[in-house]
């Protein structure tokens, strides 16, 4: 990719809409399916333009979900473990 070596770097924006999307989802499908659409669509015109390449944005995405599900899931782990 032309032009992208410099400026390239994880996706930040792109973790915060998937974190979000991901959050969601499990207790409002549709608004889940809402946002997964404009999310996925970000992410690729990021790579299409250059923005990024494609590890940043896959990258960017698996932080993005393993965020939200820490998210969910920490209440739960603090009240099992006591932490």
């Known amino acids: 990719m032309a032009g992208v070596a410099g400026r390239a770097g994880l996706a930040r924006g792109d973790e ?17 399916a ?5 999310a996925a669509m970000v992410a690729l015109e990021r790579v ?18 393993a965020t939200a599900w820490l998210t969910r899931r920490a209440p739960h782990l603090i009240l099992r473990h006591g932490i």
Do not use: N
């Not at 915060?16 to 889940?32: D, E, I, L």
């Not at 809402?34 to 404009?38: I, K, Y």
């Open 16 to 32: 915060a809409a998937v974190a979000f999307t991901a959050a969601v989802a499990p207790t409002w499908p549709a608004a889940g």
């Open 34 to 38: 809402a946002c997964a659409v404009p």
């Open 48 to 65: 299409q333009s250059g923005a990024h390449y494609p590890s940043d944005v896959a990258a960017g995405a698996a932080i993005g979900l």
